[in-house]
């Protein structure tokens, strides 16, 4: 429960640290038992599950904003040229700290496909907590 409200709240424009505590679950596991298991594999979709639901809210949010006002925060400028540049595919860096939020709620505002977006964004953030988990596996594997 601690790690879909972590991820939920991470990918919003609330503050969270879903890495953190992802990985701290996931080393508790690592402690117990080095291999992979189902526990373990409940961890990383319940992590994408919350982070890409948090992500869908801030592209939900995005719909409900009329027109772009100009904005003087240069990330802010630079997602959305590569959104307009790159289209719907910017979704895969959704997992993206700071410009990633800002990624699906330019998504949201762009109308891009609610379909494909929700595909792009579990995918991006599947990536996120995979890379996180094979990251962390071989350090741990060292260390214990």
Known sequence: MTM???GLLSSTLLPGN????FTALASQ???T???LTSSLTTLVIVATLGNSLGSLI??????LVPHPKKSDSSYTQWALEKSKK??????LFSWLPIVGDIFCGIAG????NPWQSIILII???LLRYLFLLATLYPVLKYVL
């Open 109 to 112: 505002w762009l109308r891009f």
């Open 33 to 35: 038992n080095i291999t």
């Open 123 to 125: 995918i991006g953030k």
């Open 29 to 31: 596991h690592f402690v």
């Open 86 to 91: 790159y289209g719907i595919l910017v979704l």
């Open 58 to 63: 801030t592209y939900a949010m995005g719909l």
């Open 4 to 6: 879909f409200f972590s």
């Open 18 to 21: 879903s890495e953190i505590i």
